[in-house]
Structures are given as C-alpha cells and as structure tokens.
C-alpha cells in the first residue's frame, strides 16, 4: 500500500501514454455498455478513472480502495452520479451486499497466481443472480511495460517501479494468458468472454448458477 499512496499523486500518467489511446477509445464505450443500468462494485478504483467511465451509465456505484491517498484524488473529481466510497481490502469484501456487477480494474495482475481461485470464489458471493464479473488489465507489450525483473517459485512475475521523486518499489504485475484466464474462471463462471486490445485484455463472465437454482429434468 505505501507504494500506491506514494504514487497516487502521478497514477493517472499510465492513461497518457500516447500509444495507448487507440485501446482507451474503444474500451470506454464497451465499459459503459457492459454498466448500462446496473448496480455495481468497484473494486480497486485508484483514482476514479474507470470510476468516470461506469458512473455515466451505470444505476450506481459503489467504489473501493485500500489506499487513502488513491481514493482523496478520485473523491475530488467530478461524476455524472454521487458515487459511494468506501476504504476497503478487496480480499476482506464480506461486510459488501450483492451487485448486479463487479468491476476489477487493473487488479487481477497484482493477485497471487497461488490465490486466484479463493479470489474469484470471494468476488462472485458478491454477485447477484445473473450477476457479471467485468476484469480490465494491461498486456505486456516491450517498449510500453515496465521490465519485468524477476518471478518467484509460484510463477508471479514482478517490476521494478520507479516514482518522479527516485524511490524504486518492487511490484507484483502479473501477465495470464487467455487459456489461464478461462481455466481459473470456469467453476465460478459462464458465458466467459476474452477480449484482446493491443496493450490491455478484457474479461467479461456470468455468476454460475448455484445447483439449487437450476430447473429439474
């Protein structure tokens, strides 16, 4: 967390990359149409960038973060709708209600390869009937990512990331493939789709509906 905080000041710089723009154009309008009317939660919110992009269609949002520092810079920006804050450990949801829609964006990269299923398994309890889980992340692409410098025994890979002040932190940033992706979400999911832009990936899947709730025959 010390490392968002201190960087909660120069986050919204990734979203400036000139060579990304391109991507943004297109994700923005798919986010909203995914939004359109539904209840939703946030989960690492950062800033309020995506934040900004759900709030113009959704029914309401509720945004979480752990870091106190991300969530005073998005509380000071303007939204279509109020949106409800909350600091919040997004491996410690069970005080949260249900939502038509979980939002994770750039999150799933920083979660433990070891630890992806019990997060998926928490995130959908947090799904109402028919609910959707929508994950946003970066791909790696040379030249546009920070190096990775190292991956541990379990497979997590890391960077080096250096703030405008000098200080360095060491920073797990993950990268699954598609197949990872739809294997892990399988037992939780339906209706899972991958979408591919050139520096970012999309997930988009259905709560499975629980055994009880399926019709006999």
Not at 31 to 45: S, V
Not at 169 to 188: A, D, G, R, S
Request: proline content about 5%; charged content about 20%.
């Amino acid at each position: 967390m010390a490392y968002y905080d201190d960087r909660a000041h120069e986050y919204d710089r990734v979203y400036q990359k000139p060579e990304r723009q391109a991507d943004l154009a297109l994700i923005k309008p798919w986010l909203q149409t995914q939004a359109k009317g539904k209840r939703i939660l946030e989960i690492g919110c950062g800033t309020g960038y995506w934040t900004q992009v759900m709030a113009e269609t959704a029914a309401s949002v509720q945004a979480t973060d752990l870091s106190a520092e991300m969530l005073t810079i998005a509380q000071h920006k303007s939204y279509y709708m109020p949106i409800q804050w909350q600091e919040a450990d997004y491996y410690q949801l069970d005080h949260l209600d249900q939502y038509d829609l979980i939002f994770a964006g750039f999150v799933w990269s920083h979660i433990p390869r070891e630890k992806g299923s019990s997060f998926l398994a928490s995130l959908s309890s947090h799904l109402a009937p028919q609910g959707q889980l929508i994950l946003l992340d970066n791909r790696y692409v040379e030249g546009s990512n920070t190096p990775l410098s190292r991956t541990d025994a379990e497979g997590n890979t890391y960077q080096q990331r250096h703030l405008q002040d000098g200080r360095t932190y060491e920073v797990m940033k993950n990268f699954p493939t598609e197949e990872e992706l739809t294997q892990l979400h399988q037992p939780f999911s339906r209706n899972i789709t991958y979408i591919s832009w050139t520096y970012f990936w999309g997930l988009s899947a259905s709560k499975t509906e629980s055994p009880d709730s399926l019709p006999d025959g």
